[in-house]
């Protein structure tokens, strides 16, 4: 199973930038396709965006479509979420995750976790 951690999170601005990264281990990596989800204090975890392995397929999460961008580097066994135009509702902990099936935009799609990363936006 691939281990997964992630960084990248902060403090920013309404209307400022962030990239998250997502470190895995493994030689499989690239036969993941890979899921960004979110979690704000009281309420469920939300898909984001998604990526297949071979990075030309990606999904997105209508509250984010046209501000952030999933992306990933085999090479470098790391996934990435280029996060713009941030809004005071964006804030949550961030998760990335690894599904060895179909990429998903439901939470049980996934079998590997990261342990999130904190972003918040202030207005």
């Known amino acids: 199973q691939v281990q997964l951690v992630e960084s990248g999170g902060g403090l920013v601005q309404a209307g400022g930038s962030l990239r998250l990264s997502c470190a895995a281990s493994?030689?499989?990596?690239?036969?993941?396709?890979m899921g960004w989800f979110r979690q704000a204090p009281g309420k469920e975890r939300q898909f984001v965006a998604g990526?297949?392995?071979?990075?030309?397929?990606?999904d997105y999460a209508d509250s984010v479509k046209g501000r952030f961008t999933v992306s990933r580097d085999n090479a470098k066994n790391t996934v990435y979420l280029q996060m713009s135009s941030l809004k005071p509702e964006d804030t949550a902990v961030y998760y990335c995750?690894?599904?060895?099936?179909?990429?998903?935009?439901?939470?049980?799609?996934?079998?590997?976790w990261g342990q999130g990363t904190q972003v918040t936006v202030s207005a």
């Open positions: 995750a690894a599904s060895g099936s179909g990429l998903s935009r439901l939470f049980g799609g996934y079998n590997g």
């Open positions: 493994g030689r499989t990596f690239s036969s993941y396709n």
């Open positions: 990526i297949d392995w071979s990075g030309r397929s990606t």
